[in-house]
C-alpha cells in the first residue's frame, strides 16, 4: 500500500514563508513526476508545482518567481518551499506522485495540509 503524508501547512502573514514537504512510503519500485496542488472551496484543484524525476520543473505563473519545488529521491520526499506569500495563495495543498509498484503505474493524493495567508 502506497500513502503520501504532507507536512508544513499552517497560518503565515502575508510576505512570509513556509516549507511544505511530502513523504512517499510503501511498495514502490520508482516515482515519476512528483507535484503540489492546491484547492480552495468551490475552486477546481489546481497546479501549483511539478517535478520530474530528471528534476525538470514546471510551475503555475502565479507561483513563478516565489515558489521552489525540489525532491530528494532517497528519502522519497517532495518539497514545496513557498516564500513571498499573498493571501490569494490561501489554500489546501495536495501532494500528488505517479508512482511505480510491482503491478501499476498509478497516480496518487495525499490528504491534503492547509496554508492560510493573512492580510
Known amino acids: 500500500q502506497v500513502q503520501l503524508v504532507e507536512s508544513g501547512g499552517g497560518l503565515v502573514q502575508a510576505g512570509g514563508s513556509l516549507r511544505l514537504s511530502c513523504g512517499v512510503s510503501g511498495s514502490i519500485v520508482s516515482i515519476n513526476v512528483m507535484g503540489w496542488y492546491r484547492q480552495t472551496p468551490g475552486k477546481q484543484r489546481e497546479l501549483v508545482a511539478v517535478?520530474?524525476?530528471?528534476?525538470?520543473?514546471i510551475y503555475a505563473d502565479a507561483v513563478k518567481g516565489r515558489f521552489t519545488i525540489s525532491r530528494d529521491n532517497a528519502k522519497n520526499t517532495v518539497y514545496l518551499q513557498m516564500n513571498s506569500l499573498r493571501p490569494e495563495d490561501t489554500a489546501v495543498y495536495y501532494c500528488?506522485?505517479?508512482?511505480?509498484?510491482?503491478?501499476?503505474?498509478?497516480?496518487?493524493w495525499g490528504q491534503g495540509t492547509q496554508v492560510s495567508v493573512s492580510s
Open positions: 500528488n506522485a505517479d508512482i511505480n509498484t510491482r503491478y501499476q503505474l498509478s497516480s496518487y
Open positions: 517535478i520530474q524525476s530528471g528534476n525538470h520543473t
